[in-house]
């Protein structure tokens, strides 16, 4: 079955951290760029942190810069985001997205995992 699964939401309190995983099955995510967005409630789901097929470019949304930290393991199929010194305002559902470049393989969105951010 080809599927995104992301996990490692929950409740943290501000300052906290968290680690969130997608793994991909079904497919190689080492042939996709690959990245996180969220959507927080009544807002438009929104990029977060994305990193090419192999691994060299990296983006962050001004938002987290310096706080979340992107990673790919090609061995296990999985992408991490490391969300450290939580706030509020990083509330939301988070996605991860397999995107083919150019366009030659199907792209893929996981169901999400929540994050909440609350003393």
């Known amino acids: 079955q080809v599927q995104l699964v992301e996990s490692g939401g929950g409740l943290v309190q501000p300052g906290g951290s ?71 305002e990083d509330t939301a559902v988070y996605y991860c997205r397999a995107e083919s470049p150019g366009g030659v393989l199907p792209n893929y969105w996981g169901n999400g995992t929540q994050v909440t951010v609350s003393s």
């Open 18 to 88: 968290l680690r969130l995983s997608c793994v991909a099955s079904g497919f190689r995510l080492d042939q996709y760029a690959i990245g996180w967005f969220r959507q927080a409630p009544g807002k438009a789901r929104e990029g977060v942190s994305c990193i090419s097929d192999r691994g060299g470019v990296t983006y962050y949304a001004d938002a987290v810069k310096g706080r979340f930290t992107i990673s790919r393991d090609s061995a296990e199929n999985t992408l991490f985001l490391q969300m450290d010194n939580l706030k509020p």
